[in-house]
Structure formats: structure tokens, C-alpha cells
């Protein structure tokens, strides 16, 4: 159940929420309490995933947001921060493409850019806009272990996305450090959802998990959950420019 609300509500705004580890996240973030907003391109999965955080007792509310638009990614940001101060936004939205170098066209790279990249880079600058003026608050962008090395798949775009969103996060952090806002990543592993589903098939998962991490198996959304809801918490106040590895040893 959804603790006692504060005398000043924090506001939480996840992007990319309504599916996969974006929903865990939002689940995560209301369960402690956080007045939560569930921002998605898919504005019906947002307001299914809020249904089912009612079900349990938590409050949620959803809206929609395609984080390629940047006209939208600012007046949402701002209307949901004069609705309930912001406190935390998580960058989560993203897309991934499985593509030999060779075959990818101009127009999915750059729609992968768009989402992953420019997007990222936009819900960040309006999260950063509400947040500094306050000198508070905290922001957590979702990379990848792309970020750091290559996927086993051919997807080189991706990794070239994930790989930037890791530097846009650092460099961030230390821009706006004096401010009193933190700016941290997570990096997590290869996950069970719908999106890597969409990319393997079960064995291949399957395979991964006992052959290629130490802990044997495949990540789960509420363990990358745990993860942006400590980095966003006040346990977590002296931890900036940070990207957080979630992935069951799979870069030792």
C-alpha cells in the first residue's frame, strides 16, 4: 500500500513508463510514496499500467508523450512540475534495433537517435529547467551495459546510443552539480521484457542467462527498479554523474 502522503508531496515523472522496466520503475517510485506520472508515446499502455498500480493500492497518473517532440517533451515536463514539484524524472524511453551494421537505412538510425539520444538529451534539459531553480531534486536516465561494451547482437546503432546517453549523463552531472540536483544512470543488463523478447527468441534468452552473466540468469524490471528508486532517494544524496551497473556480473 501506498504510504501516508507527505505534507509536500514529491513529484515523479517517469518517461517511458508503461511497459517493461519503465512500468517496474513507476511502480517502485509510487509504492514509496512519490506522486507519480506515467509519461508514454502509448498513452493507452500508460493508463493500463495505472489501473493496475490502482489495483494495488497506489496512486498513478498517466499522460502522453512522444520524447521526439520537444515542444510536447517541455510542456509536459513543465505541467506535470507546476502540478506536484518535481523531485525525480527518469529517462526511460528507448528503442532498440538488431541490424547488422551494413543494413541499417538512414531513416531507423535516425529514429533510433531520436528516441534514445535527442530525446533522452531534451527530457533532461526540461527536467534540469524545473529542477535547478529549486536547487534540488534528482534525474536518472536508463543506459544500458551497451554503454560500456558491445551486445552480443549486431546492434552497433543501439550500442552507439546507449554509449552517448552514458556521457550525456556525466557530463550533465557535473554541469549542474553545484546547483544541488543529481544526475545519475542505470546500465542494466540484459532484462526480461517484451522488448528484449522482441530481439531473441526464448532459448537464445535462455542460453544467455546460463552461459554469458555470473548469477546465471536474466535480470528482472523491479531489480533495475530498486536501483533508480535508491539513486533518487535520499540515501543516494551524495552520489552524482553515477551509472549504476545492473546486470548479474555481466561486465567482470
Known amino acids: 500500500m501506498r504510504p501516508s502522503a507527505d505534507p509536500e508531496p514529491r513529484g515523479a515523472l517517469v518517461v ?17 510514496g512519490d506522486d507519480t506520472v506515467v509519461a508514454d ?18 496512486s498513478a497518473r498517466a499522460i502522453e508523450l512522444d520524447v521526439t517532440d520537444v515542444i510536447t517533451v517541455r510542456e509536459v515536463v513543465a505541467k506535470v512540475d507546476a502540478e506536484t514539484p518535481l523531485e525525480t524524472v527518469v529517462a526511460n524511453a528507448g528503442v532498440a534495433l538488431r541490424r547488422p551494421l551494413v543494413e541499417v537505412e538512414p531513416e531507423e538510425y535516425e529514429r533510433l537517435m531520436a528516441v534514445n539520444v535527442r530525446g ?14 529549486r536547487g534540488r ?3 536518472v536516465t536508463v543506459c544500458s551495459t551497451s554503454g560500456f561494451t558491445a551486445s552480443t547482437g549486431p546492434m552497433v546503432a543501439y550500442d552507439a546510443s546507449k554509449g552517448a546517453v552514458r556521457l550525456l549523463t556525466q557530463a550533465a552531472a557535473r554541469e549542474v552539480g553545484p546547483s ?8 542494466p543488463g540484459t532484462v526480461e521484457t517484451d522488448l528484449t523478447r522482441g ?3 526464448p532459448e537464445e534468452l535462455a542460453a544467455l542467462g546460463r552461459e554469458r552473466v555470473p548469477l546465471r540468469r536474466l535480470g528482472r524490471p523491479e ?5 533508480v528508486a535508491f539513486l533518487s532517494s535520499p540515501a543516494a544524496a551524495y552520489i552524482t554523474g553515477h551509472v549504476l551497473v545492473v546486470d548479474g556480473g555481466w561486465l567482470v
Open 16 to 32: 517511458g513508463g508503461a511497459k517493461g522496466i519503465g512500468r517496474a520503475i513507476a511502480r517502485a517510485l509510487a509504492e514509496r
Open 223 to 227: 531489480e533495475i527498479a530498486a536501483a
Open 41 to 58: 508515446v502509448d498513452v493507452a499502455a500508460a493508463a493500463e499500467c495505472v489501473r493496475s498500480l490502482a489495483a494495488e493500492g497506489l
Open 199 to 201: 530481439l531473441a527468441s
Open 180 to 187: 544541488g540536483v543529481r544526475v545519475n544512470a542505470v546500465a
Open 137 to 139: 531534486g534528482s534525474i
Open 120 to 133: 533522452v538529451f531534451f527530457v533532461v534539459q526540461a527536467a534540469l529547467r524545473a529542477l535547478v531553480p
